[in-house]
């Protein structure tokens, strides 16, 4: 591989169309191909970042999409009932290959995800009771549930977010007011990554 076949996280954005810190959440939680060189910086395969923008989306035909054998599972945990209600909307509104299910707890989150192991999990963080982080943890303790991709979705910053422990490694982080564009783009690699795997 030459140089001409790869790019910074800089012009991997540029590209895509999206904030820097966008890409990297997306590289440490494995959508994005990418590895770093001697002196930490990131590089990543222009194929990678042009298959990421080319996932398929809702300006396709349905005909033309993959054939995939099992419905991607998305978990929705909110304790806000019209941030639900938006969520709802928007996820219905991307014509995604998955099914959305909201639980307006982490006590609620922990039954559904023992009772129907999810593929993605959206997670609050500040909830009564069990919180985003407690479900996220939990996940993360069981090798059975390595393979559910996880993102926080909080009103939190980054700072704040450190003081509580930090993103874990492999969660993205979304802040709110989400950007429903990169969101979009998150669930629809998720989506596509387990087609592959299906047709493995």
Not at 84 to 97: C, D, G, T, V
Not at 162 to 173: A, K, L, N, Q
Request: charged share 20%; with cysteine.
């Amino acid at each position: 591989m030459t140089t001409t076949d790869v790019c910074t996280t800089q012009e991997a954005a540029q590209i895509l169309g999206i904030s820097v810190t966008s890409v990297q959440q997306l590289v440490e939680a494995g959508v994005i191909e990418a590895w770093k060189t001697k002196g930490g910086h990131r590089r990543i395969p222009l194929a990678a970042v042009q298959a990421y923008k080319s996932t398929p989306g809702s300006s396709q035909e349905p005909q033309e999409r993959p054939v995939i054998s099992k419905t991607t599972s998305i978990l929705v945990v909110e304790d806000n009932k019209l941030q639900r209600e938006i969520y709802a909307k928007k996820i219905a509104s991307w014509n995604l290959p998955a099914v959305a299910t909201f639980c307006e707890n982490g006590y609620q989150a922990l039954i559904e995800i023992a009772s129907n192991k999810p593929d993605i999990v959206l997670a609050d963080i500040i909830m009564d009771g069990i919180d985003g982080y407690e479900v996220i943890s939990t996940i993360l303790s069981y090798p059975a549930l390595a393979d559910i991709n996880i993102a926080i979705l909080s009103s939190l910053s980054a700072e704040e977010l450190e003081e509580r422990g930090g993103i874990p490694d492999g969660v993205v982080f979304f802040r709110k007011p989400v950007n429903y564009d990169e969101l979009s783009g998150y669930l629809r690699a998720c989506c596509a990554q387990k087609a592959r795997l299906a047709r493995s």
